[in-house]
């Protein structure tokens, strides 16, 4: 039995419904990874960072490393007062500032294009409808927008409570 009382499963609702915000993992290079002679500036603009996301690296890590750096750093392919370095090669770092990050490979690599700047938003604010007043008929209201993948998960919590409790109480 996957829960073994209501309880349980209405809790694991309440966290599918409350916890809609999820973290996007940006996989640098993406199939390519993080090798040199790779346009990271042309990947980097076709993504939109939010604080929150992670940032991966994907390399054979007897080659490569990835080091966070100044701007100063990243224009001039320095690790010098790097801010972080990783070299397990599949490296997850998190976003957790609305900021730009640098990030170069510290083996020379960077000479050769393997380097990449991000720029991380705030989250956006969910946009809510305004409140209605009585006087105005309903196709003046604005429709709700929904955070992102919020209409998903409450099919999916509905679709679990029907199986689980029957589909004769909704």
Same mark, same amino acid.
């Given at each position: 039995?996957?829960?073994?009382?209501?309880?349980?499963?209405?809790?694991?609702?309440?966290?599918?419904? @409350?916890? @809609?915000?999820?973290?996007?993992?940006?996989?640098? &290079?993406?199939? =390519? &990874? *993080?090798?040199?002679?790779?346009?990271?500036?042309? *990947?980097?603009?076709?993504?939109?960072?939010?604080?929150?996301?992670?940032?991966?690296? /994907?390399?054979?890590?007897?080659?490569y490393n990835v080091? $966070? +750096?100044?701007?100063?750093?990243?224009?001039?392919?320095?690790? $010098? #007062?790097?801010?972080?370095? *990783?070299?397990?090669? =599949?490296d997850f770092v998190?976003?957790? $500032? @609305?900021? /730009?990050?640098?990030?170069?490979?510290?083996?020379?690599?960077?000479?050769?294009?393997?380097? +990449?700047?991000?720029?991380?938003? !705030?989250?956006?604010? !969910?946009?809510?409808?305004?409140?209605?007043?009585?006087?105005?008929?309903?196709?003046?209201?604005?429709?709700?927008?929904? !955070? =992102? #993948?919020? +209409? #998903?998960?409450?099919?999916?919590?509905?679709?679990?409570?029907?199986? *689980?409790? &029957? @589909? &004769?109480?909704?």
């Amino acid at each position: 039995m996957l829960f073994s009382s209501p309880n349980q499963l209405l809790l694991l609702c309440f966290l599918l419904i @409350s916890g @809609s915000v999820t973290a996007t993992d940006h996989i640098v &290079g993406a199939n =390519k &990874g *993080w090798n040199p002679g790779i346009n990271y500036t042309l *990947w980097a603009n076709n993504h939109t960072f939010y604080v929150g996301d992670l940032i991966s690296f /994907r390399y054979q890590k007897t080659q490569y490393n990835v080091f $966070e +750096v100044n701007q100063t750093g990243y224009d001039n392919c320095t690790t $010098e #007062g790097a801010l972080g370095n *990783w070299s397990s090669g =599949k490296d997850f770092v998190p976003l957790n $500032e @609305s900021k /730009r990050y640098y990030f170069i490979c510290g083996n020379g690599q960077c000479f050769n294009g393997m380097k +990449v700047s991000v720029l991380v938003h !705030p989250l956006p604010t !969910p946009t809510a409808s305004p409140v209605a007043n009585h006087t105005s008929n309903s196709s003046d209201a604005a429709p709700l927008v929904l !955070p =992102k #993948g919020v +209409v #998903g998960l409450r099919a999916l919590v509905v679709a679990l409570a029907s199986i *689980w409790f &029957g @589909s &004769g109480w909704i």
